[in-house]
């Protein structure tokens, strides 16, 4: 497929998935989330590993403010809901195949959702994490059923409440990463050694046997979607987005 913001690349049973929207930071818009969706379609029942990653610098900034700087286009995304967003984080959290994110650069936002719906999450030591939505009046309502599953509900709210990004040794020892080093790309290789060993079947059948275990990402879908649709659709936040677009003024300044 000749994806538009996604590239995928299939070695054997690994299915490299790289976020490719240089212009916007690797931000998230309707179409990064359709895109992944559909690879994830095409390639899960062959595949035993999803690789997601990003661009040097950034891995994903989170929502695509561009996109949402219009009333309209705010609007419409709202009409629409944050249905395929929860969806994707909820696919790469449970599908039949194991999720790593491979994170060099900023994840932010909607950004850290993807890192926390994973399976296993490698960071180089130049990864930073953040959640800065508080800031602009918004809350991670999709992202926060699944860092509080990663990470617990305090290092999640701590997360929330701050707004301030959290460095690869930081994130580590919070929970949100597995392992982090100088060389993530030699730790990639290493972790991707011993997964592609696992058999699919195996792989298929603990997938569906954990998530029976925690329900918690089913039972927080109503609350999350209500949640996102009431931040996106206040004006004041709308108003401070815009003007951050328009004019690079934080929320904060006068």
Request: charged letters at 25%; glycine letters at 6%.
């Amino acid at each position: 497929m000749n994806y538009r913001t996604i590239k995928v690349e299939i070695t054997g049973t690994v299915c490299r998935i790289r976020l490719d929207r240089p212009e916007a930071r690797n931000s998230i818009n309707e179409l990064l989330v359709t895109e992944l969706l559909d690879a994830l379609d095409r390639h899960q029942d062959a595949v035993t590993v999803v690789l997601l990653e990003g661009l040097p610098d950034y891995f994903c900034f989170g929502a695509d403010f561009q996109e949402l700087g219009t009333t309209a286009v705010a609007q419409d995304r709202t009409d629409r809901g944050p249905e395929p967003l929860y969806q994707l984080y909820l696919r790469l959290a449970t599908g039949p195949f194991v999720t790593v994110s491979h994170v060099r650069g900023v994840a932010n936002a909607g950004g850290v959702g993807l890192v926390a719906a994973s399976d296993v999450v490698i960071a180089d030591d130049s990864a930073r994490f953040s959640l800065s939505e508080l800031l602009f009046g918004l809350y991670p309502a999709c992202v926060l059923p699944f860092l509080i599953r990663r990470c617990g509900f305090q290092k999640a709210n701590y997360m929330t409440l701050m707004t301030m990004p959290l460095d690869a040794a930081a994130a580590a020892a919070a929970g949100l990463v597995d392992a982090t080093g100088p060389n993530s790309e030699a730790l990639v290789r290493r972790h991707l050694t011993r997964l592609k060993c696992l058999p699919k079947p195996g792989i298929t059948r603990y997938k569906r046997y954990v998530n029976t275990l925690d329900d918690s990402l089913a039972a927080a879908r109503p609350a999350a979607l209500a949640g996102n649709r009431e931040v996106f659709s206040d004006e004041r936040n709308l108003m401070l987005i815009r003007r951050y677009t328009e004019e690079g003024k934080m929320p904060w300044e006068a």
